[in-house]
């Protein structure tokens, strides 16, 4: 397999790279200067530059199991208006090297958002002839219920926040007012080889993604950590991070049940080489790739 798929069992993961930059992240983890990331060695050279920025990327993974092929987040998207300068309107070559991986829009079966948030539904839908349409039209969307709930209860509130309420105008709901989204449970099976976890506090239905098949086992995280410093350092919170106490609970209990085991863990946001295996270090933990 090359730098961007991975084998478990009789599984394929893909990864499919939109954005992948250093520095930004810091505003995002506040916690995360640049002389403490330097004192974290082994975040060098794949996760760090030698000034200290943090690397990161936005990809999607796709999954290839025996009888489907499923999505997991959707990156940011062509054409969407948004706050960030760096994200407003972006015309990426995203949806060619779909293409070019061998994947085509109209045979994907289900598309798996871990969490609503921007850099995740983007390429739920596309633009085309001024409308937004589903951009997999034969898939099933799959979002959280009580994901979904949330955000489309805080669409009435007056702090709902104007880019969220853009968020879901172009990304979320044109595909559920097609008609082609399953509300799921956090706990909810895709298929016999892929399955959702839990994993609150970024959000408050976030949800990763188990791929177990023929005794190997893979998992994607989604956001409820968006940088490897935070294996070293599980306190240090996004800005993002909707409750900031659960968020640390989460990372503490999956790294506990990560950690010196056989499963692949893989970062919607880890800059390549992206996977690699948890490791106990101390009373914290590191990457190992």
């Known amino acids: 397999m090359n730098g961007n798929q991975w084998r478990i069992g009789d599984v394929k993961i893909t990864r499919l790279i939109e954005i992948e930059m250093a520095g930004g992240l810091g505003r995002i983890i506040p916690d995360a200067k640049r002389e403490r990331l330097l004192g974290i060695p082994w975040l060098r050279p794949h996760f760090i530059d030698e000034v200290g920025r943090m690397i990161a990327s936005i990809h999607m993974f796709v999954i290839e199991t ?18 960030a300068p760096a994200w407003n309107l972006m015309q990426t070559k995203f949806m060619d090297d779909f293409a070019a991986a061998g994947f085509r829009t109209d045979a994907i079966d289900n598309v798996l958002c871990t969490h609503l948030h921007i850099d995740h539904v983007g390429w739920n839908t596309m633009l085309r002839d001024g ?5 997999f039209p034969n898939a ?12 489309r209860a805080a669409e009435s509130t007056p702090d709902g926040g104007r880019e969220n309420l853009q968020v879901m105008a172009d990304s979320v709901l044109p595909v559920w007012e097609a008609g082609l989204v399953d509300l799921v449970a956090t706990d909810h099976r895709i298929c016999p080889e892929v399955r959702l976890i839990s994993t609150p506090g970024h959000t408050p239905g976030h949800v990763s993604v188990m791929i177990e098949s023929q005794g190997a086992s893979a998992f994607i995280t ?16 996004s800005n ?3 409750h900031r106490e659960q968020a640390v609970a989460t990372r503490i209990d999956m790294f506990g049940k990560l950690a010196d085991g056989p499963t692949l863990v893989l970062g919607p946001h880890f800059a390549t080489p992206t996977a690699g295996h948890l490791k106990r270090d101390g009373e914290a933990w590191r990457f190992e790739v």
Do not use: M, S
């Open 222 to 237: 989604g956001d409820f950590l968006h940088h490897p410093c935070q294996f070293a350092h599980p306190q240090w919170c």
């Open 240 to 242: 993002f991070d909707h």
């Open 140 to 151: 099933r969307y799959l979002y959280g219920k009580t994901e979904f709930e949330h955000w």
């Open 66 to 83: 025996p009888d489907r092929r499923v999505i997991v987040d959707t990156c940011v998207g062509n054409d969407k208006p948004r706050e």
């Open 131 to 135: 409308q937004w349409v589903p951009t």
